[in-house]
């Protein structure tokens, strides 16, 4: 069974605070991937990596950075938070080719910025 | 702009009912178009896919139907029980992103 987890479950910081949100994956997946989820919106892309330190932004990169320094692992970055990032982040992961369209979620940080 | 266009947004339906979720796209180069249901406090997890070579895809109570055409797909729930009370996310795959549809919000009652 592929498991995906992140680090909190919920998270309150300040604005201006660096936050960090890990995921880890356990099924030697090549890439993971980091949305977030508002009302209305659906998921949105932030960035991607299709292998270890590798990262390829998604829709709505600014804000946030991203680190991949081994496969198992990928953080998202706040670099100084602000109040319109308060949302549900998810973190995901997919196989390589062939079976690269599956994606398996992790359950969510609910990250709420004051 | 959103790739791909859900609706309804949320949608009640009894027990028994069929209950079908519409999305659409523009971007002819989308090669695969998942769904994925989502309960509360959980991550989306995938329900069920189709790729655009397809006209439909049926798995136990759920259907994708895929029109090419008119760059629309639909997924029905026959036989709609209060156990798939979820949100439901289309989306589309292209060049490694996948670009989800804005949720329906589905409540079956009993």
């Known amino acids: 069974d592929v498991k995906v987890t992140q680090s909190s479950r919920y998270l309150v910081k300040r604005t201006g605070e660096k936050v960090f949100l890990e995921c880890v994956q356990d099924?030697?997946?090549?890439?993971m991937f980091w949305y977030r989820q508002d009302p209305g919106l659906g998921l949105r892309l932030i960035y991607f990596?299709?292998?270890?330190?590798?990262?390829e932004k998604g829709d709505i990169p600014e804000g946030y950075s991203v680190s991949r320094e081994k496969k198992e692992r990928f953080s998202l970055i706040l670099e100084s938070a602000s109040t319109n990032q308060t949302s549900m982040y998810l973190c995901?992961?997919?196989?390589?080719?062939?079976?690269?369209?599956?994606?398996?979620f992790g359950p969510g940080t609910r990250l709420t910025v004051t | 702009q959103q790739q791909v266009k859900q609706s309804p947004q949320s949608l009640i339906v009894q027990k028994g009912g069929i209950s079908i979720i519409n999305c659409a796209y523009e971007?002819?180069?989308?090669?695969?178009f998942p769904w994925y249901q989502q309960f509360p406090g959980k991550g989306p997890a995938l329900l069920i896919a189709?790729?655009?070579?397809?006209s439909e895809k049926k798995e136990g109570r759920f259907t994708i139907s895929f029109n090419k055409s008119a760059k629309q797909f639909s997924l029905h729930i026959m036989d709609s029980q209060p156990g798939d009370s979820a949100t439901y996310f289309c989306a589309a795959y292209n060049f490694n992103k996948f670009y989800f549809g804005s949720g329906t919000k589905l409540n079956v009652k009993p």
């Open positions: 990596s299709y292998d270890v330190k590798m990262k």
């Open positions: 995901a992961s997919s196989p390589g080719p062939p079976a690269l369209y599956e994606q398996y």
């Open positions: 971007n002819t180069a989308f090669d695969y």
């Open positions: 099924m030697d997946h090549e890439n």
């Open positions: 189709i790729r655009p070579d397809v």
